[in-house]
């Protein structure tokens, strides 16, 4: 008892200010000292704030920012303000910050300065003029608040949170208009329940709010008679809240009226000129937020409604699978794009999936999408195969860039990826149209791209052909197939993109259940664009660079084994690729294969070897026989004991011959790299021709033993086709 008498024998009030609540309690000095009754209380921020000048508060705001950084005491000099905006004396706070929760709240002092000293922030501003000074400060302030806020949830809140100079409202609400009708929209200070007397009035009711919509002019209401007098129909409505003033604005927005604002006061306010001067002003900055803000969210919901009605609800429907499927649309405009993905099922009792991206990010692109979704699904469900869809999709699209090119518009193409899945194989047949390849996470984790052949994008050339290529997605495996906004976003290309793809389905721990399956879809998402409220089924709330569009397709039954005395077995990591005779650039696909496949090796100059023997292997095919080349490559075994085994089969029966090349010589060293770098290699016959394979050991990079010893191919060594240097 006796510190707090002595704090006020000097005029020394205490406060604390917690930031993250929004609440301020003083005592009752610090309260006799903001021109408010000598008792404890604990206030609003904003109605703290109101009794500040604008342009101290301002100061001591860096003020606070910097002792939060700092660590340290926060003092400044702050003017008080009655009503009126005049400066009823001068104070001095210091405060220490105190990080609470990541957010910092405020303990401290107010002390009664008797003048301003030279150089404090007290004395930049005279007294003279405070209030048009205070004025200027406030709606500078509103003015920046209110435009930056994007929704009509965010403009009510700011408008809750403006601090008035000299004069604050403790109720606002905001009326809108529906028809002949008018309800509040919005509303702060007041109980939940209290709107329901205004929900759904009448505009011919005799009530402010009504009348101010109905003229366009402006009612103050001074004193509870007055309110009483001029509405006595209403006033039992408005008693309850027990205040004094009341001010209703209207809100016109350009030259049309769309709603009306109240302030209720509980201390009495006149409404001076100055006053009525910053109501109207703040009255029309908060219509022209309203406005921005239902503009935004109309397009928002028509944005929403027009990609629903397009995206297809994606079912886990396929026998022994799981899908998981996400769009994201750009943040700009109507946030509408071209990029589609669509679950088909076909005639023969397979099911084909489709993910694709018409250019540009505009109405147009997604209207265009539209058209071509309901053309492949028309060309699926015919059963025509793959390459038969996309060359008719092809086709259709530039029959209506032809039409485009005579005024209806500019021409678009588009790139597209059809896979016809078999559910009882997991055989995949994929045609592509100039769209990303097809990844597949294998069963350990491990995110392999997987090559396949394709042509040009959908609308270029209404001839060009689409290859098919086939894999099998093996149990416990999941296909990952998406849009270039999910790899290239954040200016990465295609090798970085798909990198960072890897990096994070590889660090995903979760279960490949369709529940786990839904949350890699998430995180995959979440890891490029950070979290968001939603993807197809709620607003947006940060901004995107492109579209995305993803599809996970998971084959049921694959697990990590257990085998003899209750040791795990790893699964096997497969990788598989063929190169044809007419497509020698894919070597360079297969030696990046295998350093994917390899990613984890211990060894790095194990994984060079196997890279070069690999190139060596598929380039004696192309040049040595008349056939393609199957890559098929396998780990197998535990971290740090596996073993890595390449096979490379071609249909010549004819074997390779081991040959001593000259110091000049292009070619004949391929047998030579085999035996030095392999822990083991063969050659083996087959029906159909033969298949040559070598092998790595992992615990061999570290001195270890190197595993079994090299294997004798049984090669003759007479001439004979040899191995080539790599292809450049």
């Not at 329901?196 to 402010?208: G, I, K, N, Q, V």
């Not at 995206?311 to 943040?331: F, K, L, N």
């Not at 940060?542 to 699964?571: H, K």
């Not at 350093?595 to 070897?609: C, G, K, M, N, T």
Request: hydrophobic share 40%; proline share 7%; with cysteine.
């Amino acid at each position: 008892m006796r510190t707090k008498e002595l704090l006020a024998a000097i005029a020394t009030g205490l406060w604390r200010w917690d930031n993250a609540s929004g609440r301020v309690t003083l005592d009752g000095e610090a309260a006799r000292l903001l021109g408010l009754p000598a008792k404890p209380v604990e206030l609003s921020e904003a109605a703290v704030r109101s009794r500040f000048h604008p342009v101290d508060f301002a100061e001591i705001n860096g003020v606070v920012q910097l002792a939060v950084s700092e660590e340290t005491v926060a003092e400044a000099r702050l003017r008080i303000v009655d009503e009126r905006g005049r400066v009823l004396r001068i104070v001095r706070t210091r405060s220490r910050p105190r990080l609470v929760n990541g957010d910092f709240e405020l303990v401290g002092t107010l002390q009664e300065v008797p003048e301003a000293h030279p150089g404090s922030s007290a004395a930049h501003t005279p007294v003279t003029g405070d209030w048009r000074r205070s004025r200027e400060a406030f709606l500078l302030d509103a003015g920046r608040a209110l435009a930056e806020a994007r929704s009509t949830a965010e403009v009510l809140r700011v408008a809750a949170g403006l601090s008035m100079p000299g004069f604050m409202p403790d109720g606002l609400a905001v009326f809108g208009i529906e028809g002949d009708r008018i309800s509040v929209i919005g509303h702060h200070g007041h109980e939940p329940g209290d709107e329901r007397p205004f929900m759904d009035m009448p505009l011919a009711t005799e009530y402010p709010a009504a009348e101010v919509i109905r003229t366009g002019r402006a009612i103050y209401l001074p004193t509870p008679e007055d309110y009483r007098r001029r509405y006595p129909r209403t006033w039992p409505l408005a008693a309850p809240f027990g205040r004094t003033s009341w001010a209703f604005l209207p809100l016109v927005n350009a030259g049309r009226t769309i709603g009306a604002w109240m302030a209720g006061f509980a201390q009495p306010v006149t409404f001076s000129p100055d006053e009525r001067s910053v109501l109207t002003t703040v009255a029309r900055m908060l219509a022209q937020a309203l406005a921005r803000a239902g503009v935004q969210e109309s397009q928002q919901e028509l944005s929403v409604g027009l990609q629903r009605s397009m995206m297809p609800t994606v079912q886990p429907d396929i026998p022994g699978m799981s899908v998981a499927a996400r769009y994201v649309p750009t943040g700009g405009g109507l946030e509408v794009g071209g990029d589609w993905y669509d679950m088909i099922p076909l005639p023969s009792g397979r099911t084909a999936l489709v993910i694709g991206d018409v250019q540009g990010h505009d109405v147009r692109a997604a209207g265009l999408m539209g058209q071509l979704r309901i053309a492949l699904r028309a060309y699926a469900s015919e059963g025509h195969h793959p390459d038969a869809v996309l060359s008719r999709a092809s086709r259709f699209l530039a029959g209506i860039n032809e039409t485009g090119a005579r005024g209806q518009g500019d021409p678009r193409f588009a790139t597209c990826l059809y896979i016809e899945v078999d559910p009882a194989t997991g055989l995949l047949d994929v045609a592509r149209a100039g769209h990303p390849d097809p990844a597949v996470r294998l069963g350990d984790g491990t995110l392999l791209v997987r090559p396949t052949a394709g042509g040009l994008p959908l609308g270029i050339d209404p001839d060009t052909d689409y290859p098919t290529t086939r894999f099998v997605l093996e149990p416990g495996e999941t296909m990952l197939v998406c849009t270039d906004g999910l790899i290239e976003t954040g200016g990465h290309d295609l090798e970085t993109g798909w990198a960072r793809l890897r990096a994070i389905i590889e660090a995903y721990d979760g279960g490949a259940d369709p529940e786990g399956l839904e949350k890699m879809a998430d995180a995959l998402v979440q890891a490029v664009h950070g979290p968001s409220s939603h993807y197809t089924t709620g607003p947006l709330v940060d901004r995107r660079e492109d579209d995305i569009a993803v599809l996970l397709l998971y084959r049921e039954g694959g697990s990590c084994g257990v085998g003899a005395g209750g040791r795990i077995v790893q699964p096997v990591r497969r990788a598989v690729l063929s190169v044809a005779q007419a497509e020698p650039e894919r070597i360079a696909q297969a030696r990046a294969q295998i350093r994917d496949v390899l990613h984890d090796w211990a060894d790095p100059d194990q994984v060079d070897s196997a890279v070069l023997m690999v190139s060596e292997m598929v380039t004696n095919v192309l040049m040595h026989t008349d056939g393609d080349a199957l890559l098929v490559a396998e780990i197998s075994g535990e971290r740090g004991a596996r073993r890595i085994r390449v096979d490379v089969a071609d249909g010549s029966d004819e074997l390779p011959h081991r040959r001593s090349p000259g110091e000049l010589a292009s070619s004949g060293r391929g047998l030579m790299l085999l035996e030095l770098l392999a822990g083991a290699w063969g050659v083996d016959p087959r029906g159909d021709g033969k298949s040559t394979w070598f092998e790595l050991y992992e615990d061999a990079g570290d001195g270890g033993d190197g595993g079994p010893p090299p294997l004798d191919p049984g090669a003759p060594d007479a001439s004979g086709p040899s191995v080539p240097e790599p292809a450049a």
